[in-house]
């Protein structure tokens, strides 16, 4: 698993590409599960959208403050389970 630690306002809205780069020949990203956990209170909904080899998302705002996880895995058209799931840890701040 790859992370990435981000920090984030809860009013702040960012955008964010995954380049998937273990693709067989020919193979492309089928779909991606994001999935959002927070501190507390309501799970984000974060939709990805697909542009092989890229998963583009926008992450924000959050409702609380506090460490919040998403973690993203990719779905090769083969529907094998990508290659290593990356895991966000964004430290989200009251400002």
């Known amino acids: 698993m790859i992370t990435y630690n981000l920090v984030m306002s809860k009013t702040e809205i960012k955008p964010i590409t995954v380049q998937v780069l273990d693709l067989q020949i020919s193979e492309t990203v089928a779909s991606a599960v994001v999935t959002h956990t927070p501190p507390s209170g309501s799970v984000l909904t974060i939709t990805p959208s697909i542009d092989t080899p890229y998963i583009n998302m926008v ?3 959050f409702a609380v ?3 919040h996880f ?6 090769g058209n083969a529907a ?3 290659k290593p799931e990356v895991l966000y840890c964004i ?4 400002i």
């Not at 430290?91 to 009251?94: M, P, R, T």
Request: glycine residues 10%; without cysteine.
């Open 70 to 75: 998403v973690k993203v895995q990719a779905v």
């Open 91 to 94: 430290d989200v701040k009251n």
């Open 59 to 61: 992450f924000g705002p």
């Open 80 to 82: 094998t389970p990508s």
């Open 65 to 67: 403050a506090g460490t």
